[in-house]
């Protein structure tokens, strides 16, 4: 059975651009978290969508959103970039819930 | 907001060696999940405890929940290179939906 797909594996943008991060769960898995995990802070919880419905959220700023799609796959947004948000990006499913949960390989986003 | 204190955040120990690291919580989990990440890749699932004073043993590695289920620890006997890596703990609460909250990790590098 594949695992969680994340597609871009790298990624650079300039400060101020947007980009789009993609996640396909595992099949079956309705539960899909995004996390941002940087050197200092570790593993940050972005939000976790749930049946095409934002269950639970994170505290990060409205630049940061997502949706999920019927066939459970999700995107991330992120809007007006910033230094900052130069980080590894990962995506995790699950069955039901977020806990035991399936990372992906994660996208690493540059922002120059 | 639940926090998990994990211990020590760095460790650097030669092959043969045997050691512990330890998340700590002032919460009560229903589940703690274990993950080990290596550099570039998503963490990956390395087991669940959801039982107060449970032990489980995966080959050289042991992990105990403690009987309070607020605390657990993880224990490597004759650490090898190939254990190299972040090892992260994660507790899961039971509300309406279940939250996932993560340690910040324990960086383990066995030297040859």
């Known amino acids: 059975k594949a695992g969680v797909t994340q597609t871009p594996r790298y990624l650079i943008k300039t400060r101020g651009q947007q980009v789009t991060l993609s996640c396909s769960p595992i099949?079956?898995?309705?539960?899909v978290s995004w996390y941002q995990q940087t050197p200092g802070q570790g593993l940050q919880f972005l939000f976790e969508y749930f049946s095409e419905t934002q269950r639970n959220k994170g505290n990060f700023p409205g630049r940061f959103s997502g949706r999920q799609f019927s066939n459970s796959r999700s995107e991330m947004n992120v809007s007006t970039l910033e230094l900052g948000d130069s980080a590894l990006y990962l995506c995790?499913?699950?069955?039901?819930?977020?806990?035991?949960?399936?990372f992906g390989q994660g996208t690493r986003l540059t922002v120059v | 907001t639940q926090l998990l204190e994990q211990s020590p955040q760095f460790l650097s120990i030669q092959e043969g060696e045997n050691l512990t690291v330890y998340c700590n919580s002032s919460s009560v989990f229903s589940s703690l999940q274990w993950y080990r990440q290596e550099p570039g890749e998503g963490p990956v699932l390395l087991v669940t405890v959801v039982t107060g004073g449970e032990v489980k043993k995966l080959k050289r590695l042991t992990f105990q929940f403690g009987d309070a289920r607020k605390d657990s620890s993880l224990h490597i006997t004759a650490a090898q290179p190939g254990d190299t890596g972040l090892y992260l703990c994660?507790?899961?609460?039971?509300?309406?939906?279940?939250?996932?909250?993560f340690g910040i990790g324990t960086k383990l590098q066995v030297i040859p």
């Open positions: 995790a499913s699950s069955l039901m819930g977020i806990n035991e949960a399936f």
């Open positions: 994660a507790g899961a609460n039971s509300g309406g939906y279940q939250k996932v909250t």
């Open positions: 099949s079956g898995h309705r539960s």
